[in-house]
Nanobody, 120 residues
Framework: QVQLVESGGGLVQPGGSLRLSCAAS????????MAWYRQAPGKQREMVAS??????DYADSVKGRFTISRDNAKNTVSLHMNSLQPEDTAVYYC???????????????WGQGTQVTVSS
């Protein structure tokens, strides 16, 4: 059993900052990559930022404003969000590509999501 638990969402004014955190726990053998996605009302879920063993990627809309960081020893990933705008309002989801103990293949796992609202 694997759990991804997000924290750090909330209400922030335009131009403000927030830090999201995600911790993966359970029967994890190895994590290949971790990422953050978001889904705004009426829109499809989109990748915001991802980090693998040797690469980091960002959506064009957040480049220069958001930073993803990962602690491999603790199986955690964070998303530092600066210069937040109303269009960043969404539910943010943590995602991990990992291998469970006793299995030979990798699978994608999701957290339950955390709401980020940018409004004055």
């Amino acid at each position: 059993q694997v759990q991804l638990v997000e924290s750090g969402g909330g209400l922030v004014q335009p131009g403000g900052s927030l830090r999201l955190s995600c911790a993966a726990s359970g029967s994890i053998r190895s994590i290949r990559a971790m990422a953050w996605y978001r889904q705004a009302p009426g829109k499809q879920r989109e990748m915001v930022a991802s980090t693998g063993s040797d690469s980091t990627d960002y959506a064009d809309s957040v480049k220069g404003r958001f930073t993803i960081s990962r602690d491999n020893a603790k199986n955690t990933v964070s998303l530092h969000m600066n210069s937040l705008q109303p269009e960043d309002t969404a539910v943010y989801y943590c995602n991990a590509l990992l291998k469970r103990t006793g299995l030979t293949y990798y699978g994608y796992y999701w957290g339950q999501g955390t709401q980020v609202t940018v409004s004055s």
